[in-house]
């Protein structure tokens, strides 16, 4: 445990009107790791990834309490720019959208938006960020064409492109692989422990041998809380929590 | 019995589309058969490209009418179009439940009003307005008139058109969008709506087509001069607005001479829904 | 099962359509009255009124404009046809005509013009966009804005035969009224016109003339009872009632009602002038 902090929350609540779907929640994230967050359908999972880029703001009635620290800052004190916090932020949906458009604006789309306009830069951009979600050579001789005309797998990996083109630091992943074929999530897996060099990554998995694999640190979420947060080794092979155990060895819901 | 019965039904629905499409080929031929003679009679270059509209003298030429159709409808569309997909896009992304739910009703209402009513609002709200603030006294039965009238009427179509076509885009490119750091706006003018694209393009023609159709409001406002408009507040008559005017006392030349102001407004007509087609089907992969 | 719908309403207009055109043959107790929209309003309230003293006599009155009245007339398809212009020679040839009425046409401009008296030259002028301001005949600075009627309108007909705007060339009629004229369609609709625009100038019946429109004197004439039963007013025109040949005792029967006393009260009631 020696790694340094990127995000950490304290006492995170969160509420959709009266219901509390995510209860005192304490989680250290810790650079350039993965982080898997685990348990039953309608846990706060995905809640609990939407709460680190602020897209619970969409929703009507939701509130928060509690702090979610991002590099030494509340994102959800006074202050905050959202667009630049969601910049550093990334996120991949559990299904694959690309934008009804071609494969290079899908991936100039977010640097677009964020300034850049010389087409020497995006085209190095498009590159640069087709390459690292390893999808470069699938489609560099039809960046024109529809992205919508790519297979799911190819779409998610565009989709984890566009993403990183505008360079963040954080990537949320919920449940990436589960619209996909085993070869497709075999790569996006792979792609995923590439990432972990430079990026920190949280992913929401229901695949428990996909935690085993690829993440360091797992987070067993029940009913809106944290059961346990552990190193991914102790969490699948010595869990303290019972609870824990009957989930990860398949006894539970 | 089973099978018997799903013959008879089948049988049915092949009657029903043969008598759909048996009317719209006898409506086809119909005014071909009365109003191209006319046209032929006249020259198709004289019909088409004659200023004078003389029915007693039986002379035809309905330049006029088109230029006046041509040009009411651009700019019903020019203000109409963008106003309806605006107000879809309040409707879908921007707008709390309440007030969107409001706006949707408002829609409905609108587009039930009968369009003598519009015409009637027109004659006795726009034209005196027209007339004292922008005419100086001389009129204000114009082409702004009839454009202010129309561009009303098709937002109904516009919005409901573009609201659904709207809708059927993925919510998800929402929320991809902004998780990239884009804000609302941009999310929906760079993703939203270009994704529903093929959509509102088709909701904009079927305005297009209501626009060059509608007779009863325009009469009432456009003035009806069968004179080349040289300002847009001059009077002018429509193609729809002539036929429907005319054709209670016309008899004889006059009236086939009207079919055929019938057979080039079906021609504009066509062109317009072979657009539509087109942008449909070419619009599920839009690069 | 949209177009399933469609076709099921065609269907239903398809057969409405066969029903109706089987009930407009005329069975031996029915007058049909066909023709000017400006007559037939009167002729539909004679009709009604004549249903009290000979009820076995039925009178379907159509209104589809003097032309084609006096079309129907011709061609026997109607007993009786019904005009609001004076016939041409060859029509003439061939029917008999009844005056039911006179209607005179009012020249009419909104009630704040100061324009009192046109002359006939000047309302020439006017309709022919010659003159096209207030201060060329008497009134105010301000544009004149011309309303006229639509093709094929009895009013119009009457209006441009009587003042010369209409004139022959090789044998054919042609408008001299200026191609940027408003045109709009009904006495009402000109009416509503011209109280909405103070510069406007227009023509209707003279039994449609009320406080929102104001009637000029032409050649120093205004339209009234006296002066167009004395053929004094310039704008005028009788209400035909047209048959081929000698009237069957039916339509006779109805002729004559309209041309009693209580007939003729009738036409009194509906601000035309009546003939006896
Ligand atoms: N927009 C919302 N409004 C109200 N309640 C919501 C909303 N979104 C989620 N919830 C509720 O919050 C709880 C947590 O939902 P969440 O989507 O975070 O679950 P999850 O762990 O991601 O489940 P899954 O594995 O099925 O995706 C659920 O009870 C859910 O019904
Ligand atoms: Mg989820």
């Known amino acids: 445990m020696d790694s340094i902090t990127k995000i950490k929350t304290e006492n995170l609540e969160l509420f959709y009107g009266e ?12 650079e350039k790791e993965v982080t898997a967050l685990i348990g039953p359908s309608g846990c706060g999972k995905s809640t609990f990834l939407k709460t680190i880029n602020r897209m619970n703001d969409l929703i009507v009635g939701c509130k928060i309490n509690g702090k979610v620290i991002f590099d030494d800052i509340d994102i959800y004190g006074q202050d905050i720019d959202i667009i630049t916090l969601r910049k550093k932020i990334g996120m991949v949906f559990q299904k694959p959208n690309p934008f009804k458009m071609s494969i290079y604006d899908n991936i100039a789309y977010g640097p677009r938006i964020h300034g850049v306009k010389k087409k020497s830069s995006l085209d190095e951009i498009v590159e640069k960020s087709l390459r690292k979600a390893f999808i470069w050579d699938e489609v560099k001789d039809r960046l ?21 083109a505008v360079d963040p630091e954080v990537v949320l992943m919920d449940e990436p692989t589960s619209a996909l074929d085993p070869i497709s999530t075999l790569k996006i897996e792979d792609l995923i422990s590439e990432l972990k060099k430079n990026y920190t990554i949280i992913i929401v998995t229901h695949n428990m041998q996909q935690g085993a694999r690829i993440s360091d640190r797992t987070a067993f979420f029940l009913s809106g809380e944290v059961i346990e947060y552990d190193l991914t080794d102790t969490i699948f092979t010595n869990p303290k929590n019972p609870k824990t155990e009957e989930y990860i060895t398949g006894r539970f819901g | ?59 035809f030429g309905i330049l006029p009418m088109i230029t006046a159709s041509v040009l009411v409808t651009i700019g019903a569309i020019l203000i109409g179009a963008p106003v309806g997909v605006l107000t879809a896009t309040f409707i879908v992304y921007l707008a709390p439940k309440r007030i969107g739910n409001i706006l949707k009703t408002a829609t409905d209402v609108l587009a039930s009003i009968p369009s003598v009513i519009y015409g009637f609002f027109g004659l006795m709200i726009i034209i005196p307005f027209i ?39 993925d919510i998800s490119y929402r929320d991809a969008s902004l998780a990239l750091g884009a804000t609302k706006i941009s999310t929906i003018f760079k993703v939203m709506i270009p994704s529903a694209f093929s959509g509102i393009m088709a909701a904009v023609i079927l305005g297009v087509g209501r626009a060059l159709g509608e007779a009863m409001a325009v009469i009432l406002v456009s003035g009806n001069a069968p004179f080349m408009p040289d300002s847009i507040l001059a009077p002018v008559r429509t193609m729809s607005a002539n036929i429907a005017l005319e054709m209670g006392y016309a008899s004889g030349a006059h009236q086939e001479a009207l079919f055929g102001t019938g057979v080039v407004l079906f021609v504009f007509i066509f062109i317009i829904n072979f657009i539509f087609y087109i942008v449909k089907h070419k619009g599920g992969v839009k690069n | 099962m949209k177009k399933k719908f469609s076709a099921i309403c065609i269907l239903i207009s398809v057969s409405l359509l066969l029903v109706g055109c089987g009930s407009a043959n005329t069975s031996d107790k029915t007058v049909s009255v066909v023709g000017s929209s400006s007559v037939a309003p009167l002729a539909e309230y004679e009709s009604e009124n004549f249903l009290r003293v000979d009820k076995a006599i039925e009178v379907d009155v159509q209104s589809v404009g003097s032309s084609s009245g006096i079309k129907a007339a011709i061609d026997g398809t109607a007993n009786i046809g019904m005009s609001s212009r004076n016939l ?45 301001n207030w201060k060329d005949v008497g009134g105010d600075d301000a544009p004149i804005v011309v309303i006229s009627r639509e093709e094929g309108s009895g009013t119009r007909g009457a209006f441009e035969e009587i003042t010369g705007l209409e004139i022959e060339k090789n044998d054919k009629k042609y408008t001299t009224v200026f191609s940027r004229a408003i045109i709009t369609d009904g006495n009402g609709s000109v009416k509503q016109n011209i109280a909405l625009k103070k510069n406007g100038i227009g023509y209707i019946s003279v039994g449609s003339v009320d406080d929102s429109v104001k009637s000029v004197a032409v050649d120093g004439v205004l339209p009234t009872e006296e002066t167009i039963k004395a053929g004094e007013y310039l704008i005028s025109r009788p209400f035909l009632l047209l048959t081929k040949g000698d009237p069957t005792p039916e339509a006779q029967a109805f002729i004559d009602f309209i041309l009693s006393d209580e007939g003729q009260k009738l036409v009194k009631e509906h601000n035309y002038i009546t003939v006896n």
């Open chain 2, 131 to 169: 007339d004292r603030f922008l005419a100086g006294g001389a009129g204000g039965n114009s082409i702004l008139a009839a454009i202010i009238i129309l561009s009303i009427m098709i937002l109904p179509t516009v919005i409901s058109i573009s609201e659904s076509s709207m809708r059927e885009v």
């Open chain 2, 1 to 59: 019995m089973k099978k018997k019965l799903d013959k008879l039904a089948e049988l049915l629905f092949i009657t029903s589309a043969i008598i759909c499409v048996l009317a719209l080929l006898l409506i086809m031929i119909f005014i071909f058969y009365k109003g191209a003679p006319s046209i032929l009679e006249t020259g198709v270059f004289k019909f088409l490209f004659g200023v004078e509209w003389q029915p007693r003298a039986e002379v």
């Open chain 1, 19 to 30: 219901v509390q779907a995510l209860k005192n929640i304490n989680l250290d994230i810790k």
């Open chain 3, 88 to 132: 041409s020679e060859e029509e003439a040839k061939e029917l008999k005509e009844v005056v039911i009425a006179l209607d005179g046409i009012a020249v009419v401009v909104n009630p704040n013009n100061k324009v009192k008296n046109l002359t006939k030259d000047e309302l020439l002028a006017i309709y022919q966009g010659k003159i096209r």
């Open chain 1, 144 to 164: 024109k064409t529809n992205a919508l005309s790519l297979s799911g797998g190819q779409q998610q990996r565009l989709c984890i492109a566009r993403a990183l």
